[in-house]
């Protein structure tokens, strides 16, 4: 998986369906290096991921978007224009290269409306951690946002009709390349809004005569 810790550059991509478990997105870790700020998780610390029951409607409808297919949404636009978005993924959204946004977006049915959803992840540029995790919605031909996710490391997938987030765990003096392990927590759309249905713990295996190089203090 794309987005918790990684290296590269990623333009805006366009999927139909994420598939597969979260639980094995994290195979192969690479590099989470400082740059975040914040200890070196992301752009911000706020707690849990919140289901935006009574969100704003975002400032793109389907009018703007074309015919309103899903393959006409504009994620910059999208993140830019939407009040639930904080001011900090918003500033640091920029382009990596050339008009290349550090965005991954993803289609599906997530809420059983008339339209796809729209599943947003915002990484950073150099390391590819993701630092924001949106759900959009399509309602009277505007999208609205039913998720926030802003706890970095996460990243959001669909995984067979429901929305599966990942979230990297960091237990005291675990180095920033190396945490301790991951939490998988499971939405389902359910009278209006996500609610979590279950969680799954995975504890990484540690490493021997690994030198503990504590997270840097923000």
């Not at 793109?60 to 978007?65: E, I, L, M």
């Not at 999208?78 to 008009?99: G, H, Q, T, W, Y």
């Not at 067979?160 to 389902?188: A, C, F, M």
Request: hydrophobic share 35%.
């Amino acid at each position: 998986m794309r987005g918790l810790t990684g290296a590269g550059t990623y333009s805006v991509r366009k999927t139909a369906q994420a598939a597969g478990t979260a639980t094995a997105v994290l195979a192969a870790l690479g590099l989470f290096a400082a740059g975040c700020g914040t200890g070196g998780t992301g752009t911000r610390d706020e707690g849990p991921a919140r289901a935006e029951a009574d969100a704003v409607p975002s400032a793109t409808t389907a009018a703007d978007a074309g015919d309103g297919t899903p393959d006409r949404v504009d994620p910059v636009r999208l993140i830019k224009n939407d009040p639930a978005v904080s001011a900090e993924v918003k500033r640091d959204l920029k382009p990596c290269v050339a008009d290349e946004y550090p965005v991954d977006v993803s289609y599906g049915n997530l809420t059983g409306g008339s339209a796809d959803d729209v599943v947003i992840n915002v990484l950073t540029c150099g390391d590819a951690v993701g630092v924001g995790s949106y759900v959009y919605r399509l309602e009277g031909g505007r999208y609205r946002n039913v998720f926030t996710a802003e706890e970095p490391p996460v990243y959001a997938e669909i995984d067979r009709g429901d929305l599966v987030v990942t979230k990297q765990v960091y237990d005291p003096g675990d180095p920033v390349s190396s945490p301790s392990g991951e939490n998988v927590i499971t939405y389902r759309w359910a009278s209006g809004r996500f609610t979590e249905e279950y969680r799954t713990h995975n504890d990484y295996g540690k490493v021997a005569g690994q030198e503990p190089t504590p997270v840097p203090e923000g």
